[in-house]
């Protein structure tokens, strides 16, 4: 089992930047990617950045060049630097672990808000 707590997230003025971050614990060991999913009110999940644990990283085309993501293997978190925030960012966060097995595992998510 993996548990992931989030932290970040809250009321942010377009134009600018939040940090999220994540922590993962229990069978570490077994984790292959994690990343960040969004969902806004009225909308589907969707995949917003993942990074594996060797480090390869993949966006959504809607954040590509103002998200980045980056993971430190030894801390066992992965964190999302978000820059020029748009009110269409708003939505909660949800931080995602997928294991060797194929399993995949959820934070309770956290609210971010861009509006002025």
């Known amino acids: 089992q993996v548990q992931l707590v989030e932290s970040g997230g809250g009321l942010v003025q377009p134009g600018g930047s939040l940090s999220l971050s994540c922590a993962a614990s229990?069978?570490?060991?077994?984790?292959?990617?994690m990343g960040w999913y969004r969902q806004a009110p009225g909308k589907q999940r969707e995949l917003v950045a993942t990074v594996t644990s060797g480090g390869s990283t993949n966006y959504a085309d809607s954040v590509k060049g103002r998200f980045s993501i980056s993971r430190d293997n030894a801390k066992n978190t992965v964190d999302l630097q978000m820059n020029s925030l748009k009110p269409e960012d708003t939505a909660v966060y949800y931080c995602?672990?997928?294991?060797?097995?194929?399993?995949?595992?959820w934070g309770k998510g956290t609210l971010v808000t861009v509006s002025s």
């Open positions: 229990g069978s570490i060991f077994s984790i292959y990617a």
């Open positions: 995602y672990a997928e294991s060797v097995y194929g399993v995949a595992y």
